[in-house]
């Protein structure tokens, strides 16, 4: 069964300093990789996927396969990164389920 | 549309009531899933349908949880004879597959507290 971890509960960071939320997986196979991100009475809302590699709002994640990870990195801090996030996987593309981690609320102090 | 929407946003009920949510995908999404999130954790899967088929089905979707989507559009979500672990917040998502990748979006959720 696929488990994803994140172990921060709560992580507070200085406006402009570096953030950094860490995210494992166990799983097998080669799963699919995804942060949502879930803002002060919004909806949750995906913010990227290892296969775009793509740069959201300033945040970058790279699949590292040997250490199951995939954490969530931004170079400088903003007051409107706060917010919750979840890291989430699907088995393999094109499955369905995601498995959410429990998540970090990210707190960005001015 | 404005994408995925839920109703309603709130229920308050009493231990051994049955309850019903509904879910309204964004329009032409065939996929609709259910998810179930509790203080402090992440969402769980429940159940997910691909038109009106339901394909999936977490063991955490006892017996007294049933969900249907009968013309492959909106989805209810009913749970019989409540008990106090059901209250949860449940999360509704949509999605459609496009180039071989599927992102979903979710509703606003329904908390429910059973007293």
């Known amino acids: 069964a696929q488990r994803v971890t994140q172990p921060e509960k709560l992580l507070s960071v200085f406006k402009g300093a570096p953030v950094e939320l860490k995210c494992n997986y166990s799983?097998?196979?080669?799963?699919?990789l995804f942060w949502y991100v879930q803002y002060s009475r919004q909806r949750l809302q995906l913010l990227l996927r290892?296969?775009s590699r793509e740069s959201i709002k300033g945040f970058t994640a790279d699949l590292n396969k040997g250490e199951t990870s995939f954490h969530l990195k931004k170079p400088f801090a903003q007051e409107e990164d706060s917010a919750m996030y979840y890291c989430?996987?699907?088995?393999?593309?094109?499955?369905?389920?995601?498995?959410f981690g429990t998540g970090t609320r990210l707190t960005i102090i001015p | 549309d404005t994408g995925v929407s839920q109703d309603p946003r709130h229920k308050i009920t009493k231990r051994g009531q049955n309850v019903t949510f509904r879910c309204d995908p964004i329009?032409?999404?065939?996929?609709l899933y259910w998810y179930r999130q509790t203080l402090g954790q992440g969402p769980e899967f429940l159940t997910y349908?691909?038109?009106?088929?339901?394909?999936?089905k977490s063991r955490l979707l006892s017996d007294r949880f049933s969900a249907e989507r009968p013309k492959g559009s909106f989805s209810t979500l009913e749970i019989q004879r409540t008990e106090q672990g059901d209250s949860a917040m449940y999360l509704c998502?949509?999605?459609?597959?496009?180039?071989?990748?599927?992102?979903?979006?979710f509703g606003p959720g329904t908390r429910l507290t059973v007293l």
């Open positions: 989430a996987l699907t088995p393999n593309f094109g499955n369905e389920k995601l498995t």
């Open positions: 349908f691909q038109n009106e088929a339901q394909l999936e």
């Open positions: 799983y097998s196979g080669s799963p699919e």
């Open positions: 998502a949509s999605s459609s597959r496009q180039g071989g990748t599927d992102t979903q979006y």
């Open positions: 329009s032409e999404h065939n996929r």
């Open positions: 290892h296969i």
